[in-house]
Every structure is written in C-alpha cells, then in structure tokens.
C-alpha cells in the first residue's frame, strides 16, 4: 500500500516560516517527481511547486518564487517545502502528490497525502 504523509503545517504570523515534509511509503519514490498542491477555502487546488525524480528539475508557481523551496531527500524517501517569507494569502491546506513523470495538474497525479493545514496570520 503506497502512502503519502505530509507533517510540519501549523500557525505562524506572517514572516515566518515553516518547513513541509512528505514521507513516501510503500514502495521506492525515486523514479517519481513529487508536486505539493495547496487549496484554500472556495478554491481549486493549485499546484505549488515540483520536483524531478532526479531533482535536478523544479517548478514553482510565480506567487511563492524567491520565497518557497522543494527538495528531496532519496534516502529518506521523503520531499520537502521551505516555505519563508510566509504570507496570509499562502494559508491554504497543503498536499503532496506522486507521478511517474512529470506534470503540473493534479489529475496527473497517483498518490496524495492527506493534506496538512498552514495558517499565516497577519
């Protein structure tokens, strides 16, 4: 059974910081890009930011560039997202996904985690 478990959201004030983690089980990432996807209330669910199997290859969507980075750690089978400089808007529920490939929607993707809550207060 493939799972995907995110960890790390919670409630900061704007300006701070957060870091995501995904934690892969089930079976061995490494040929996978990883993609985290948030949704905010009344809202669809967007990608954020991907990252290559490899991870020689991301993407990040214009409102966090400069501000969010991804990374993976194959060993732990695990993706990250550093998330500074944060702001009320980035609240959102935030949910890592899993492809064989690449792509930037979601109905691309196989696998989800559950999502974690991130708050920014202002």
């Known amino acids: 059974q493939v799972e995907l478990v995110e960890s790390g959201g919670g409630l900061v004030q704007a300006g701070g910081s957060l870091r995501l983690s995904c934690a892969a089980s089930g079976r061995t990432f490494s040929s996978y890009a990883m993609g985290w996807f948030r949704q905010s209330p009344g809202k669809e669910r967007d990608v954020v930011a991907v990252?290559?199997?490899?991870?020689?290859?991301?993407y990040y969507t214009d409102s966090i560039k400069g501000r969010f980075t991804i990374s993976r750690d194959g060993a732990k089978n695990t993706v990250y997202l550093r998330m500074n400089s944060l702001k009320p808007e980035d609240t959102a529920v935030y949910y890592c996904a899993a492809l064989e490939g690449w792509s930037l929607y979601e109905y691309d993707y196989d696998y989800w985690g559950q999502g974690t809550q991130v708050t920014v207060s202002s």
């Open positions: 990252i290559s199997w490899s991870g020689g290859n991301t």
